[in-house]
């Protein structure tokens, strides 16, 4: 494998090929860089279909969340994290203009975080509470923290891109910019995911741990009276359960304390760091990590990982 250039911008990770390189080709590197960087700055600003003036309740909400995830990330020893999301690139859209402008997506997802216009994206009407609303927005943001890295190849082509731990590798892309990378499903181009159910689940369990220890100061901000049945009844997501599951059996394996693996996992979310993944090999067995990896990816997946952890239990 050659060796690659990178760039560190604004807390993302940026890679060329061909760390050995003329100065003519570097200096076009470096161009093709700098411009991505600056369609990505401007990409997600603009207005979508459907979309609602954030309250003022809304606007203090996401200030103490960015706060909230900077505090998360420091005791669990992160001290490169990424800059916050500016508040433009935030939007609350009604269901029907959210679908209009992300036509791919289905239905049941209520928000997302794009990486090639750093922007999110959040479902809003009166029939989702205010409370869930919340809970959407702080995952977001969680993604939106998380390390991000873009790897280029000799044409200017991205060819792989990672948030948190999630790896997309895209085959076929003739996109050049981040614009049009941000269509890539209608580009023609193949995706492949590895980690992004571990992923998803590792961010809902940040999200249910910053709403536990700051529910009083949310209920200020939407002028909530929030109780801790409230949170229960939100809906985190499936692989929670999973990923504490995981953090559980490695820091037993380990001898460690669990809180300890958790700030490990929090922290590899958010830095980009990934040796501690080989606890997880090391404590559920040959071949676990890669069932780790492919959490998410299909009914299939999913029901090999169950088969483990049941196999693991019955074992212990």
């Known amino acids: ?26 200096a076009a590197e470096e161009t093709m860089v700098a411009n991505f960087m600056r369609e990505l700055a401007a990409a997600g600003k603009d207005s979508i279909p459907g979309e609602l003036f954030k309250t003022d309740g809304e606007k203090l909400m996401i200030r103490h969340f960015n706060e909230d995830i900077k ?36 239905e049941k997802i209520k928000g997302h975080h794009a990486l090639f216009s750093d922007a999110i994206f959040i479902k809003k009407n009166k029939e989702i509470p205010p409370l869930s609303i919340a809970h959407i927005t702080l995952h977001e943001m969680i993604h ?37 990378t941000e269509e890539l499903d209608d580009s023609g181009a193949e995706i492949k995911d590895l980690f992004l ?32 049945g409230d ?6 997501h499936n692989y929670c359960p999973w990923v504490d599951w ?16 958790w700030n490990k996992f929090k922290a590899g979310m958010l830095n980009g760091t990934i040796m501690h993944l080989r606890d997880i090999e090391k404590t559920l067995g040959p071949n676990s990590l890669r069932l780790v990896a492919n959490i998410g990816l299909s009914k299939e997946d999913n029901l090999a ?7 693991y239990d019955q074992n212990k």
């Open 144 to 180: 939106a923290f998380s390390a991000t890295r873009y790897d280029f190849d000799s044409q200017g082509r991205v060819y792989a891109v990672k948030g948190g731990y999630n790896s997309t590798l895209i085959k076929n892309n003739s996109a050049k910019s981040a614009k049009m």
């Open 1 to 26: 494998m050659s060796e690659r250039n990178f760039y560190n911008i604004e807390g993302r990770v940026l890679s060329t090929p061909n760390k050995a390189v003329d100065p003519e080709t570097k």
């Open 305 to 311: 990982f169950k088969e483990l952890m049941k196999n």
């Open 71 to 106: 505090a998360e990330a420091l005791a669990a020893g992160v001290t490169n994290l990424r800059p916050p999301v500016p508040i433009k690139k935030i939007h609350f859209a009604l269901p029907g203009g959210y679908q209009k402008q992300f036509p791919d997506s289905k």
């Open 197 to 228: 159910g571990f992923n998803e689940g590792v961010t809902d369990l940040m999200a249910k741990e910053i709403l536990e220890k700051h529910q009083a100061e949310l209920s200020q901000d939407l002028n909530l009276n929030i109780g801790p």
């Open 231 to 236: 949170l229960a009844n939100l809906e985190f």
């Open 246 to 261: 995981i953090v559980e059996k490695v820091a037993k394996n380990n001898q460690e304390d669990k809180a300890v693996v």
